[in-house]
T-cell receptor, first 113, second 110 residues
Framework: EPEVTQTPSHQVTQMGQEVILRCVPI?????FYWYRQILGQKVEFLVS????????KSEIFDDQFSVERPDGSNFTLKIRSTKLEDSAMYFC???????????FGPGTRLTVL | QKEVEQNSGPLSVPEGAIASLNCTYS??????FFWYRQYSGKSPELIMF????GDKEDGRFTAQLNKASQYVSLLIRDSQPSDSATYLC??????????FGAGTRLFVKA
């Protein structure tokens, strides 16, 4: 069964460093998403991406964040200058229609020291 | 601010019983409704989605939607210890943003 994959599974970085989180969505899906979940808190929407552009973003997704689909398979989330409060699980998801089912990857645990 | 509210629990039921999980949402324009299961340290796993008022059944799971009351529920029949997890209600409106509730923790006692 096709699945969303994410790398790395765990990323440790120093405050102020740039990190890139990588995702490979399900191959025939057209909509891509990033979410984050701070330990013990809700899953929070960050951004959605369709047709090579951001379709919607939350207030969390400020200028420190960017997304890119550099090739036909990868979807990346970049955090330019990490803060302690960026420590969280980051989930990538994909779907084949805007309001259809979103399938989640296993997540990347980001720890900012 | 669009909200999705769930009772945090924990909800404790004996093995074989019916577990009933509830969710309310604030945005009347919401169109798609999802239930995810999340085990500790893992990603959300889709259980069911529902778009129309009424009931939708899939195996031991039944989702119920009442748009007039802005209410979604999930029933789990014949609950098993492996059903012990946090259940997330998620709602999508006319845009791309999906809003999650904080989740209800379910414990199924063997």
């Amino acid at each position: 069964e096709p699945e969303v994959t994410q790398t790395p599974s765990h990323q440790v970085t120093q405050m102020g460093q740039e990190v890139i989180l990588r995702c490979v969505p399900i191959s025939n899906h057209l909509y891509f998403y990033w979410y984050r979940q701070i330990l013990g808190q809700k899953v929070e929407f960050l951004v959605s991406f369709y047709n090579n552009e951001i379709s919607e973003k939350s207030e969390i997704f400020d200028d420190q964040f960017s997304v890119e689909r550099p090739d036909g398979s990868n979807f990346t989330l970049k955090i330019r200058s990490t803060k302690l409060e960026d420590s969280a699980m980051y989930f990538c998801a994909s779907s084949d229609a805007r309001t259809d089912t979103q399938y989640f990857g296993p997540g990347t645990r980001l720890t900012v020291l | 601010q669009k909200e999705v509210e769930q009772n945090s629990g924990p909800l404790s039921v004996p093995e074989g019983a019916i577990a009933s999980l509830n969710c309310t949402y604030s945005d009347r324009g919401s169109q798609s409704f999802f239930w995810y299961r999340q085990y500790s340290g893992k990603s959300p796993e889709l259980i069911m989605f529902i778009y129309s008022n009424g009931d939708k059944e899939d195996g031991r799971f039944t989702a119920q939607l009442n748009k007039a009351s802005q209410y979604v529920s999930l029933l789990i029949r014949d609950s098993q210890p492996s059903d012990s997890a946090t259940y997330l209600c998620a709602v999508t409106g006319g845009g791309f943003k999906t809003i999650f509730g904080a989740g209800t923790r379910l414990f199924v006692k063997a």
